[in-house]
T-cell receptor
Framework: DAGVIQSPRHEVTEMGQEVTLRCKPI?????LFWYRQTMMRGLELLIY????????DSGMPEDRFSAKMPNASFSTLKIQPSEPRDSAVYFC?????????????FGNGTRLTVT | GDSVTQMEGPVTLSEEAFLTINCTYT??????LFWYVQYPGEGLQLLLK?????DKGSNKGFEATYRKETTSFHLEKGSVQVSDSAVYFC???????????FGIGTKLQVIP
């Protein structure tokens, strides 16, 4: 089991550019979560999916952020246009179908820096 | 809505000291409770969990007991090591859509 795989590991971009973060969940997991972590705000849930369908996107900061899950093995988080305040570590996590007992399995994150 | 409150850090302890990190929660229904640990440059990892009242989760010398009457899930370890230095997150999972709610995280630093 390779675990949750995120790419890229680091991303540096200029303000106004489009940024796409990628996530491959653990095979067989049917929940996928996107989190953002900053020193100021801690760990924030952005959006999560069940069986590729978005369940709750209330944490998405604004229309500049969008997330998709076209199939069970891939998800993207896109920021367009990016701003310096988007600088953070973005984590993807997945879990299986054992109800509320299932823990989340996290990737190692993408550190985004917007200059 | 659901919420998790945990003590703010940082917590600094000497090696072999006793550790307690407090965690309380509010939730509808019957949540499962978790402690996660995050080492520098890594994602969160599950440390232990408890799925019903009075359950005790344990792993690597850490323990936490699901106390429904006090809505608490305090993390304890009898003798910490330098390698335990990390950020610890309390979390709950509940509801039909199994939403996960995290606390703010508590940074632990263990000095030799």
């Amino acid at each position: 089991d390779a675990g949750v795989i995120q790419s890229p590991r680091h991303e540096v971009t200029e303000m106004g550019q489009e940024v796409t973060l990628r996530c491959k969940p653990i095979s067989g997991h049917d929940y996928l979560f996107w989190y953002r972590q900053t020193m100021m705000r801690g760990l924030e849930l952005l959006i999560y999916f069940n069986n590729n369908v978005p369940i709750d996107d209330s944490g998405m900061p604004e229309d500049r952020f969008s997330a998709k899950m076209p199939n069970a093995s891939f998800s993207t988080l896109k920021i367009q246009p990016s701003e310096p305040r988007d600088s953070a570590v973005y984590f993807c996590a997945s879990s299986d179908i054992d109800g509320n007992n299932s823990p989340l399995h996290f990737g190692n994150g993408t550190r985004l820096t917007v200059t | 809505g659901d919420s998790v409150t945990q003590m703010e850090g940082p917590v600094t302890l000497s090696e072999e000291a006793f550790l307690t990190i407090n965690c309380t929660y509010t939730a509808t229904g019957y949540p499962s409770l978790f402690w996660y640990v995050q080492y520098p440059g890594e994602g969160l990892q599950l440390l232990l969990k408890a799925t019903k009242a009075d359950d005790k989760g344990s792993n690597k010398g850490f323990e936490a007991t699901y106390r429904k009457e006090t809505t608490s899930f305090h993390l304890e370890k009898g003798s910490v090591q330098v390698s335990d230095s990390a950020v610890y997150f309390c979390a709950l999972r509940s509801g039909g859509y199994q939403k996960v709610t995290f606390g703010i995280g508590t940074k632990l630093q263990v000095i030799p």
